[in-house]
Nanobody
Framework: QLQLVESGGGLVQPGGSLKLSCLASGVTLDYYAIGWFRQAPGKEREAVLYINKYDGSSTYYADSVKGRFTISRDNAKNTVYLEMNSLKPEDTGVYYC?????????????????WGQGTQVTVSS
């Protein structure tokens, strides 16, 4: 059974960077598209972007992160990364990775079937 564990969150100043990791166990990640979602306090969970399971291409769900966030995968390490640069206070939230069997999953939670527990990202001075 696929299990996902996020790590790498923390407190960072505006303009700073963080790199999140999503480590999979139980099943190889090769078979899944992996998406990142986030949930700010008092707000609904928001889809951020995902990486394709075939060719490693990525698709952004959230225009607000284009040019600042990059997703990548290392199948040998069974890990997907989310590199976040030029962070803003509005990027604050709990970040989740999730796995989808679809080649091009949509931004809704029901396109994903396995979720990590989340890692907190706080952008504040």
């Amino acid at each position: 059974q696929l299990q996902l564990v996020e790590s790498g969150g923390g407190l960072v100043q505006p303009g700073g960077s963080l790199k999140l990791s999503c480590l999979a166990s139980g099943v190889t990640l090769d078979y899944y598209a992996i998406g990142w979602f986030r949930q700010a306090p008092g707000k609904e969970r928001e889809a951020v972007l995902y990486i394709n399971k075939y060719d490693g291409s990525s698709t952004y769900y959230a225009d607000s992160v284009k040019g600042r966030f990059t997703i990548s995968r290392d199948n040998a390490k069974n890990t997907v990364y989310l590199e976040m640069n030029s962070l803003k206070p509005e990027d604050t939230g709990v970040y989740y990775c999730a796995a989808s069997v679809h080649s091009r999953p949509g931004p809704l939670a029901h396109d994903y079937y396995s979720w990590g527990q989340g890692t907190q990202v706080t952008v504040s001075s």
